[in-house]
């Protein structure tokens, strides 16, 4: 930093904040919502801040002996929610509407002091799974599609970088004819969307029976990765020096396994990222599974579909997504170990 | 029969391209120190990449024990080599470098162990074994490509340009250990070097290369003091040896060799050897070393000419006496620390150590 000057410094410094309020900002809206109950969702203006706890001021109501519930909102108003004397009624609203867990029993004891005191607040805190528990319990085949989710996001990533690092591996080591052409048109095929795609191959996946299967799905994902692939793969195989394949060759070794012990270990950090980028794909589509899949969706699918049916209750959705972005995370954090770890100053 | 035989030889890139090695014939017998040296582009590298089966072969044999062996793979030579960017595999610790050619022997745990040890003891790398390639200077990943090739046990060790990425000193002290190690395992050694003092230094034998052909093969003293060709002359020795263009006329009986400058008188003997060539030109060479200077006198025995010294670089132990003068350009090895420049001087040719080439094959007139 020391070679900036002052106003280079600031400007950088402001350039940085602005790049990490872009990020910080969204991520904290989307926490925001996953974590609402059901009547924070609805709240205008929103907050980027979530609450642990619901604040709730009730009233005992002389003449048709009930209570009045009223919720604080974050701007401090007091809204009106419920007005009744059944313990179930209460309990089930407060679930709902809250994600507060709490029997009849507990909140009719709770509340019988205002019978005496007049008006009190009374504050709980949330059940900040219940969105979560909602979402599975909303789309019934959530886990089902969990599942779906992982085993295509393996196929993709098996099937793109086979083929994709040996093709890859081909550019980069062996002169053969319409070597440039084939590379560009790996980089067209990238460039098709995939719903231009999904619909022709839905027709082939019928055909070989292959519609609504992870397969079939793992197949179109691959297409554009495979040409990705090859394309981060073979700037690494170049830049491999061949001396090191020869050593190996000298040393006892066949081609294949000095491709499997010595080529493909320094190229990991190249299928690191090739691998992080079958695993967004994969993982985060929901159009072509629309297309391609029937009973078996995908987890973004089955995300999407719960938007659709539940118009209502957008924080179920919004904690769908959530659990959609764990895996990637998880996955992305791992993997990028793998694409910073370059082997030092010895030239590849 | 030798242990390694090279029949004809020959190498092109592509079908009609030129020959990288033209028609290369070679006998190398077993323990012995073999140096390639030429200028790059010679086809040195490739011979022994050749030899390695790294790279195909166009036409000829190789034999390594009577058995041809151009058939076989790399794997399957049972040669090792040490290449000029080291080829240290960086995602391997010193360990595994040394261990992979044992591994794949699928050698024991144990035995394998014992043999990785012994040879990062003997190239002094046993402290590093943990390390990765990343994080050693440039000697060590040297130490740890020879203690690789080292631990096969070889029948040939192939070293290509094994020093050239190194700087002077720890050249020099590699140089030694190079030899010392040859001199331990005894595995027939083929060096590929464009340093003449290295080749030098290292070899039993020197084999000289330029364009793809062998222009003398010989021990170090041989091929600096009884060169087969100009090329050789030129390119061995620092400052190489001089040239001059001259003509043979007998005068009064006495054969003299004339150009513009010089003026020698052959001997008797070196009269018999180029008596084809009367009246015609020959390339007379001498090295800077067996050329006398005299600041006093001229002493008719051996004289070549009289002029005056244009430059003289001091080197320590000698000096080197520069003359150019009609457009011959002649460089002198002298013991005269206190020669000034512009002295005159006189020349004469040592004990007449005088090499004799023919001026259209370049190559150097022997006795028949």
Same mark, same amino acid.
């Given at each position: ?142 886990? @089902?599609?969990?599942?779906? #989710? ?6 993709? +990533?098996? !099937? *793109?970088?086979? =083929?994709?690092?040996? &093709? ?56 554009? @990765?495979?040409?990705?692939? #090859? ?6 195989? +170049?830049? !491999? *020096?061949?001396? =090191?394949?020869?050593? &190996? ?100 | ?368």
């Amino acid at each position: 930093m020391s070679k900036f000057n002052p106003i280079e410094k600031t400007i950088f410094a402001l350039i940085m904040s602005a790049v990490v309020i872009a990020v910080l900002v969204p991520l904290m809206f989307f926490l925001a919502n996953a974590f609402s109950n059901g009547t924070e969702i609805y709240e205008y203006p929103k907050t980027p801040f979530f609450s642990l706890t619901v604040t709730v001021k009730v009233d005992y109501l002389e003449e048709s002996n009930e209570y009045q519930v009223l919720m604080k909102n974050k701007s401090g108003d007091y809204i009106n929610t419920i007005n009744s004397s059944s313990g179930l009624m209460l309990s089930t609203y407060f679930e709902q509407y809250f994600s507060v867990y709490r029997t009849g029993e507990e909140l009719l004891s709770d509340f019988e002091i205002t019978k005496t005191e007049g008006p009190q607040e009374f504050t709980y805190y949330k059940n900040m799974w219940h969105n979560f528990k909602m979402f599975f319990q909303i789309t019934s085949n959530a886990d @089902n599609a969990l599942k779906n #989710s992982i085993v295509v996001v393996f196929y993709t +990533i098996i !099937i *793109s970088l086979t =083929l994709g690092s040996m &093709s890859g591996y081909a550019m980069a080591r062996y002169r053969f004819k319409a070597k440039d052409q084939i590379s560009v048109f790996l980089l067209i095929v990238r460039m098709f969307p995939v719903v231009g795609i999904s619909i022709p191959l839905a027709v082939i996946l019928i055909r070989f029976n292959l519609f609504d299967t992870m397969i079939g799905l793992a197949i179109l994902y691959s297409l554009p @990765n495979i040409a990705l692939t #090859s394309w981060i793969t073979s700037s690494i195989f +170049i830049g !491999i *020096s061949r001396e =090191l394949e020869e050593a &190996s060759l000298v040393f006892g070794a066949n081609s294949f396994q000095t491709f499997i012990k010595i080529t493909l270990p320094m190229a990991l950090p190249a299928l690191a990222a090739s691998s992080m980028y079958a695993f967004l794909t994969a993982w985060n589509d929901t159009i072509s599974a629309l297309i391609l899949t029937n009973e078996n969706p995908t987890l973004a699918l089955a995300v999407y579909q719960a938007i659709g049916d539940n118009t209502t209750n957008l924080q179920y959705a919004a904690a769908g997504s959530i659990i959609l972005i764990i895996p990637a995370l998880v996955f992305t954090f791992v993997v990028r170990k793998y694409v910073n770890q370059m082997w030092g100053s010895v030239s590849l | 029969m030798s242990f390694i035989e090279l029949i004809n030889l020959d190498k092109r890139y592509s079908a009609k391209g030129n020959l990288i090695v033209n028609q290369m014939n070679l006998k190398i017998e077993q323990g012995e120190f073999i140096v390639f040296l030429g200028p790059s582009g010679c086809g040195k590298t490739t011979t022994i990449r050749m030899i390695s089966g790294l790279e195909d072969i166009s036409g000829g044999d190789i034999t390594v024990d009577g058995n041809s062996i151009v058939s076989l793979a790399p794997k399957d030579r049972g040669v090792s080599m040490i290449f000029q960017s080291y080829a240290v595999w960086p995602h391997m610790t010193v360990y595994e470098n040394i261990a992979y050619p044992l591994r794949l022997k699928h050698m024991k745990k144990d035995e394998r162990d014992v043999k990785v040890k012994l040879a990062a003891e003997k190239t002094n790398i046993g402290d590093y074994l943990t390390r990765y390639p990343s994080q050693l200077s440039g000697g060590q990943r040297q130490r740890v490509a020879v203690a690789r090739a080292m631990v096969v046990e070889p029948k040939i060790f192939l070293m290509d340009e094994p020093l050239s990425n190194l700087d002077a000193m720890l050249r020099v002290s590699m140089r030694s250990e190079l030899k010392n190690i040859h001199e331990t395992l005894n595995a027939t050694t083929i060096f590929v070097t464009h340093d003449q003092a290295e080749a030098m230094s290292l070899a039993d034998r020197i084999v000289i290369m330029k364009d793809g052909i062998i222009q003398q093969i010989g021990t170090p003293k041989q091929v600096y003091y009884d060169c087969e060709t100009v090329f050789v002359a030129s390119f061995i020795g620092t400052p190489p040896a001089n040239f001059f263009k001259v003509h043979l006329e007998e005068i009064k009986n006495q054969l003299h060799a004339k150009n513009e400058l010089v003026d020698y008188i052959l001997n008797d003997e070196e009269r018999v050897l180029v008596k084809d060539y009367l009246n015609q030109e020959v390339i007379m060479g001498i090295r800077p070393e067996n050329i006398e200077i005299n600041t006093t006198k001229r002493v008719p025995e051996g004289f070549l000419f009289e002029a005056k010294a244009d430059f003289v670089e001091p080197q320590g132990s000698h000096i080197i006496v520069i003359i150019n003068q009609h457009n011959n350009v002649v460089k002198v090895s002298s013991p005269l620390l206190d020669l000034e420049p512009k002295t005159k001087i006189f020349l004469n040719v040592k004990e007449h150590r005088v090499m004799f080439f023919d001026p259209i094959t370049e190559k150097r007139i022997r006795k028949v």
